[in-house]
């Protein structure tokens, strides 16, 4: 009895940690009109509260990936989570933009922490295929749960303007910390403990079939990020949706990948898992035809703009379920590393592209589809060498 509850309340706090890191981003969103207006900010600058956030994750996760594989989970989880609240508390008490900026890049810095080891908790644990049934469960309820974020975040800047944002991401952080004292078990510590420096990366990238998971992972994760960071501003500013209605549309996209996540981990383990990310490909091209469609009509329609990336969103739930807790157990000794460049090369490209955006970006959703469609396009070719590949697919059949 006691054992069962002890991991159930392990569940929980992955869980939470899972939400801390959805919500960091998609909460505070619905906000950025109003911190346009208030900081009298351009485009450019308002995306670099999303790109300093990103930049700050960036050096933090490889330093976490070392330190978790050499000294444990747990320990590393409570620093950046303290680093976290005192993000936290700047963007919350701040008098400039400046002071904004810094705490969003220490709240990137302290969020890598259970960004990256959350899961890891789980594959300490339990065989492959438990462990793709559980990413999908705890991504569906995650997800389901940044679906909702900007909807909450839109009614919280409504009635609380953007500080209530901060103050509830605060919250949620001492909360987490909490429980992560209580209920994080100590992980066991290889006998063998390398030197922590960027030598211990070097293995990852020697590895052809791994970094080929690796760089799948990371073209597949880019274009919801595009979308995400771009669709405040072409929303609410130009195609003129209201804040009330703002965060349906955004949270729509993660409310069905949460939704399509929870259902598959029902399945995942019944089914030929090569024939399963075929299906995801097929997906992929769909995806890529319904975006090109609205990105050279140029349409000024969100309900068309949405339905248009919903395809690709409901094509990532098989592949990202399936490979990365694969590309996990590919170097078991070195999970804290490789779960550190998928994020790190997931979150540089993200912050690079939003960037490029927020520059180029012309009042309409034309130049933001287009690079969309490229990492689209991207990520199906690369899901193709994945499935080709034959140590990959060897590999998954014997786990």
Request: charged letters at 10%; glycine letters at 8%.
């Amino acid at each position: 009895m006691k054992q069962s509850f002890a991991k159930g309340m392990v569940l929980v706090t992955v869980i939470l940690m899972d939400l801390l890191v959805g919500t960091e981003f998609d909460l505070f969103v619905p906000s950025f009109p109003e911190l346009q207006s208030q900081f009298n900010l351009s485009p450019f600058w308002v995306e670099a509260l999303l790109s300093v956030n990103f930049a700050g994750y960036c050096l933090s996760l490889f330093f976490v990936g070392g330190l978790a594989d050499r000294y444990g989970r747990k320990p590393i989880i409570l620093l950046g989570l303290m680093i976290f609240i005192i993000g936290s508390l700047l963007c919350l008490w701040a008098p400039s933009y400046e002071f904004l900026l810094s705490g969003r890049f220490f709240q990137g810095v302290g969020v890598a922490a259970p960004a990256i080891l959350s899961f890891l908790i789980i594959a300490d644990s339990y065989p492959l295929k438990k462990q793709q049934s559980l990413i999908a469960m705890l991504g569906g309820l995650m997800n389901a749960s940044v679906g909702a974020a900007p909807v909450i975040g839109s009614y919280i800047t409504l009635y609380f303007h953007w500080q209530g944002n901060f103050i509830t991401l605060l919250i949620l952080g001492l909360a987490t910390f909490v429980m992560t004292i209580l209920f994080i078990p100590t992980h066991k510590l290889p006998e063998h403990k390398e030197t922590l420096s960027l030598h211990g990366y070097i293995p990852l990238f020697q590895s052809m079939p791994l970094m080929l998971l690796i760089v799948h992972i990371v073209f597949m994760f880019v274009p919801y990020w595009i979308f995400v960071g771009m669709s405040p501003l072409l929303y609410m500013e130009d195609l003129r949706v209201s804040l009330s209605h703002f965060g349906y549309y955004q949270g729509a996209l993660a409310f069905v990948y949460g939704i399509g996540s929870i259902l598959f981990s029902l399945i995942v383990t019944r089914y030929d898992q090569k024939k399963m990310l075929y299906i995801s490909n097929q997906i992929f091209i769909a995806g890529f035809i319904s975006v090109a469609l609205v990105t050279f009509l140029d349409s000024a329609n969100p309900l068309f703009i949405t339905l248009a990336f919903l395809p690709f969103i409901l094509g990532q739930i098989i592949p990202s379920t399936i490979l990365y807790p694969l590309s996990l157990s590919f170097m078991p000794q070195a999970k804290g590393r490789i779960s550190a460049v998928i994020q790190g090369g997931r979150l540089i490209f993200s912050a690079l592209c939003l960037q490029l955006a927020g520059y180029f970006y012309e009042g309409s959703f034309r130049n933001i589809g287009i690079m969309i469609m490229g990492f689209i396009a991207l990520t199906i070719i690369t899901l193709f060498f994945v499935i080709k590949n034959r140590e990959l697919m060897e590999f998954s059949r014997e786990q």
